[in-house]
């Protein structure tokens, strides 16, 4: 079974910086990709990020764009999203999600407990 386990959140000043990390396992195909998503208090799931290992194309939001960066290690069994220069809008539960060719197909098969990011002003 493909076993994700997110990590890294915590509480930062606006401003500041945290690192999430996305240990990935258990697949048997190697078409996937790992996204990342969020989901604030009252509000709908959030697509952040989505790197592709096809063709290592990385994705992202309109709102965390040139402030987030995802990157992944050779292996592929980990997955960091960057989040620099953060908002207390980028308050939320943090998840990584997993698929084939998902980052196309928005099809995300597998998700990972999730990890809270905290913002303050």
């Known amino acids: 079974d493909v076993q994700l386990q997110a990590s890294g959140g915590g509480l930062v000043q606006a401003g500041g910086s945290l690192r999430l990390s996305c240990a990935a396992s258990?697949?048997?195909?190697?078409?996937?990709?790992i996204g990342w998503f969020r989901q604030a208090p009252g509000k709908e799931r959030e697509g952040v990020s989505c790197?592709?290992?096809?063709?290592?194309?990385?994705y992202y939001a309109d709102s965390v764009k040139g402030r987030f960066a995802m990157s992944s290690d050779a292996a592929k069994s980990t997955v960091v999203l960057q989040m620099n220069s953060l908002k207390p809008e980028d308050t939320a539960v943090y998840y990584c999600?997993?698929?084939?060719?998902?980052?196309?197909?928005?099809?995300?098969?597998?998700w990972g407990q999730g990890t809270q990011v905290t913002v303050s002003s």
């Open positions: 999600a997993a698929g084939r060719s998902s980052c196309t197909s928005k099809d995300f098969g597998s």
């Open positions: 258990g697949f048997t195909y190697d078409d996937y990709d």
């Open positions: 790197i592709s290992f096809n063709d290592g194309t990385t």
